[in-house]
C-alpha cells in the first residue's frame, strides 16, 4: 500500500502519541522509502521524525559519547569530537554507502533496521554501546536479536546511542564495492579491563567473537590471532562470497584492525 497519512513529529510526545499498529517512523528514509516502494512494507501511518530538534547531535562526557538518533552519518565522520574522542566511529561512518546516504541516513535508522551488513550494530557492540528509548535503556548485547530484528517494541523510539570510550579501536570493512555494505566487516576494541570484537556482514545479525576477544585479551596484537581457528559454520554464503572465504576474511580483516589501532 503506497497511500499512508504522513506526519511530522516537532517532539517526541507527538511522535510516539501518533504510534498505531500499522505506523512506523521515518528518520532518513534510505531503507524504509525504498522497502515501501519495492512493495516490502506498507504503512497506514508515517511518523517523521527528522524535525525532532533534540533527537539530532554529539556531546562527550569524560566516559562516554552520545550520539543522538537522528544524527546523521556525514556529522558523524566529520565531527571533530568524534575524530578526538573515538576515531574509528568517525572512520565507519565515512565508509557507509555513498555521500547521498550518508547526508540522509541516521545512526537510530541504521541501528532499528539491524541490516545484517550493517556498520553501527559493530560499532555498538565492539563499544559496548547504551541505546536510550523514550522507555529505557537497553544494552548493545541484548538489542540486536535477529535479521532485521530489535529488542525495540513497537512504537518504541530510539533517542541516543551512548558508546564506551575505549582505550583504543577500530574497524576495518571489506565492502561490498557496490553498496559499501560489509562482505565482513570487524570492529575491534581493547578497553582497560576487556576487549570487545564485534562482526557484521556474516551471520544473520552482528555478533561478538569470544575466540578473539579471549586471544586478543593477553596479548593485544596481530600475531596473537595466528591460531584462533574461525569455523565458517552457520556464516553466510551468496553470490558475494562464501562462508569459508568469510571466514578467512575475518582474520584478515581482525589484523588489519588491530594493527591499525
Ligand atoms: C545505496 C545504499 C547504500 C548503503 N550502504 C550502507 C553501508 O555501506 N553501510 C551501512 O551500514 N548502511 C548502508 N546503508 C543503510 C543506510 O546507511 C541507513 O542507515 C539505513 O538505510 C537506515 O537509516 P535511515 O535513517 O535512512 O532510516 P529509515 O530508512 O528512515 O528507517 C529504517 C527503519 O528504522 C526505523 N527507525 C528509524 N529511526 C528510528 C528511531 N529513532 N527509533 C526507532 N526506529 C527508528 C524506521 O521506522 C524504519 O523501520 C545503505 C543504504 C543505501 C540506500
Do not use: W
Not at 52 to 62: D, E, V
Not at 137 to 153: P, Q
Not at 233 to 257: L, Q, T
Request: charged share 25%.
Amino acid at each position: 500500500m503506497k497511500n499512508f497519512n504522513f506526519h511530522s513529529a516537532s517532539n517526541i510526545k507527538e511522535a510516539t502519541k501518533l504510534v498505531s499498529s500499522r505506523s512506523t517512523f521515518l528518520a532518513g528514509g534510505m531503507t524504509l522509502i525504498p522497502a515501501i516502494k519495492l512493495g516490502l512494507a506498507a504503512y497506514s501511518d508515517i511518523i517523521n521524525i527528522k524535525n525532532i530538534k533534540n533527537l539530532s547531535g554529539i556531546k562527550a562526557t569524560s566516559k562516554s559519547l552520545k550520539i543522538g538518533a537522528t544524527t546523521k552519518h556525514a556529522e558523524v565522520s566529520l565531527s571533530n569530537v568524534v575524530k578526538k574522542i573515538i576515531p574509528s566511529l568517525s572512520d565507519l561512518a565515512e565508509g557507509i554507502g555513498d555521500p547521498q546516504v550518508r547526508n540522509r541516513g541516521t545512526i537510530g535508522g541504521s541501528i532499528a533496521n539491524n541490516d545484517p551488513a550493517a556498520d553501527y550494530p559493530s560499532a555498538c557492540l565492539a563499544l559496548n554501546a547504551k541505546i536510550y528509548t523514550n522507555k529505557r535503556k537497553i544494552s548493545s548485547d541484548k538489542f540486536f536479536k535477529d535479521m532485521f530484528e530489535t529488542d525495540l517494541k513497537k512504537g518504541e523510539l530510539i533517542e541516543l546511542v551512548d558508546f564506551s570510550i575505549p582505550e583504543k579501536s577500530c574497524y576495518a570493512k571489506f565492502p561490498n564495492p557496490a553498496s559499501r555494505y560489509a562482505i565482513v566487516g570487524v570492529y575491534v576494541a581493547k578497553f582497560k579491563d576487556e576487549v570487545r570484537v564485534a562482526i557484521t556482514g556474516v551471520e544473520s545479525c552482528v555478533f561478538r567473537c569470544k575466540k578473539l576477544e579471549d586471544a586478543l585479551s593477553s596479548n593485544f596484537s596481530p600475531s596473537a590471532i595466528d591460531s584462533v581457528n574461525i569455523s565458517s559454520k552457520g556464516f553466510n554464503s551468496d553470490i558475494h562470497a562464501s562462508a569459508e572465504y568469510r571466514a578467512h576474511i575475518i582474520k584478515v580483516m581482525a589484523k588489519k584492525a588491530i594493527s591499525s589501532c
